[in-house]
Every structure is written in structure tokens, then in C-alpha cells.
């Protein structure tokens, strides 16, 4: 790995994301081959959050990093307000939902946003549209949704 992200998230936990203190976050650098388009993507084990660093998150800087990181901190803090039932159901309609999928991520980018990571990730989507060949960017703001929902809110 490039960076420490596992110490990029604690700091940025600790400096953005208080509602995240107690939960059990761990960074898990991907092997998988097909995850290679990613930057990153959470999975749930039970009580214990594990981010996933895919093979372009060496491409980003420091700080481009931390944008990519607070957008999936802000999934954890998304599905934390869900109850059992609700994250149940929520897990299998976003897989099978391309709108829910959309939404969802919109979301999360919303909260990365308003949580002071603009710049770091507008900076770091214009290096993941640059990917003609993701089949997930249709699911992220683009670069310029980010800059003007930031100044909407007054966080660029």
C-alpha cells in the first residue's frame, strides 16, 4: 500500500466522523483482480467495518485518498442508521437496484461533502471518470456535481 490508510481513517474519524468512534473500521488491501477498477468499497462482517483498498488507490495522492475514504466512512454512517431489517433488505435491493444504487451513493457522497471532503474528492473523481472502461461511474456525482452541490452548502 501506498499510504497508511488505516491511519488516514482513524485521523479522519476522529477529526470528521465523532458518530464513528466506537466502530471496529479495518483496511483490507483487495487481491481481487475484478475489484482493480475500484478505489475502495465496504463490506460488513457482523460488528466490524472493512474498507477495501483496490489497486487505483495508489494512483490518488494523500489527500485525494482521504475524499475517496470519507465517501466510504459515509456509507458506514449510512448503514449504521439502519436497523437489522432495514440493512437486509437495504443490502439486497441495492444490488438489484440500479436507481436505489444510484441514490445510495449519491447520498454518501452528499454526506462526504458536507462533512469538509469536497475538494479531495472532486479532485479524486476526475481521476476515476478519466476510466472510460468502470461500469460504476454512472453511480457517482461527477466532478462538477460535487463542486456545485460544496458550494451550495458553502463547503468548497
Known amino acids: 500500500m501506498k499510504h497508511n490508510y488505516q491511519m488516514i481513517v482513524n485521523d ?14 479495518l483496511i483490507k488491501e483487495s ?10 468499497d465496504v463490506t460488513y462482517l457482523f460488528f466490524i467495518k472493512i474498507i477495501r483498498i483496490g489497486k487505483k488507490m495508489s494512483e490518488l495522492s494523500k489527500e485525494n485518498g482521504e475524499g475517496v475514504l470519507a465517501h ?34 449519491r447520498r454518501t457522497d452528499e454526506l462526504a461533502i458536507s462533512k469538509g471532503y469536497a475538494k479531495s474528492l472532486y479532485k479524486s473523481r476526475i481521476i476515476r471518470m ?13 466532478p462538477q456535481e460535487i463542486k456545485s452541490y460544496a458550494k451550495k452548502i458553502k463547503k468548497w
Do not use: C, W
Not at 479522519?12 to 473500521?25: C, Q
Not at 449504521?80 to 445510495?104: A, D, T, V
Not at 478519466?130 to 456525482?141: P, V
Open 31 to 40: 487481491k481481487n483482480k475484478k475489484f482493480d477498477e475500484y478505489f475502495a
Open 72 to 105: 466510504e466512512l459515509s456509507h458506514i454512517v449510512l448503514f449504521n442508521k439502519r436497523n437489522f431489517i432495514q440493512k437486509m433488505i437495504f443490502g439486497i435491493k441495492y444490488y438489484l437496484s440500479e436507481r436505489l444504487k444510484g441514490l445510495e451513493e
Open 130 to 142: 478519466k476510466d472510460k472502461t468502470s461500469k460504476s461511474n454512472k453511480y457517482y456525482m461527477k
Open 12 to 25: 479522519i474519524v476522529k477529526k470528521s466522523f465523532p458518530e464513528l468512534k466506537r466502530d471496529k473500521i
